[in-house]
Nanobody, 126 residues
Framework: QVQLVESGGGLVQAGGSLRLSCAASGFTFSRSGMGWFRQAPGKEREFVAAINWSGDSTYYGDSVKGRFTISRDNAKNTVSLQMNSLKPEDTAVYYC???????????????????WGQGTQVTVSS
């Protein structure tokens, strides 16, 4: 069955960095777009970043543009999110998600994503 397992969350001070990883299995990863979303307490799930199937197209939410970088390794079935210059407002549960429509561009809309991980907590202290 499909599995998306996030890792790398934790507690970091403002200005610091974290790298999230997501290990995927159970579907054709190399033909699927991948995305990261986040959800803070009391707020709706928010788009963070997306990458297309080949890795040559990415898209970022306005609040993370220039600070976060999404990447993928199709040989290892993993997608990562490098987060730099973290701010307290980045505190949230971060979710990895798979868009299994074959070979489409990186997409923002939450409804495009078929499978979701369990999430990993990121807490940024001020």
């Amino acid at each position: 069955q499909v599995q998306l397992v996030e890792s790398g969350g934790g507690l970091v001070q403002a200005g610091g960095s974290l790298r999230l990883s997501c290990a995927a299995s159970g579907f054709t990863f190399s033909r699927s777009g991948m995305g990261w979303f986040r959800q803070a307490p009391g707020k709706e799930r928010e788009f963070v970043a997306a990458i297309n199937w080949s890795g040559d197209s990415t898209y970022y939410g306005d609040s993370v543009k220039g600070r976060f970088t999404i990447s993928r390794d199709n040989a290892k079935n993993t997608v990562s999110l490098q987060m730099n210059s973290l701010k307290p407002e980045d505190t949230a549960v971060y979710y990895c998600a798979a868009d299994t429509a074959p070979r489409v561009k990186a997409r923002v809309g939450i409804t495009f994503y078929d499978y979701w991980g369990q999430g990993t907590q990121v807490t940024v202290s001020s």
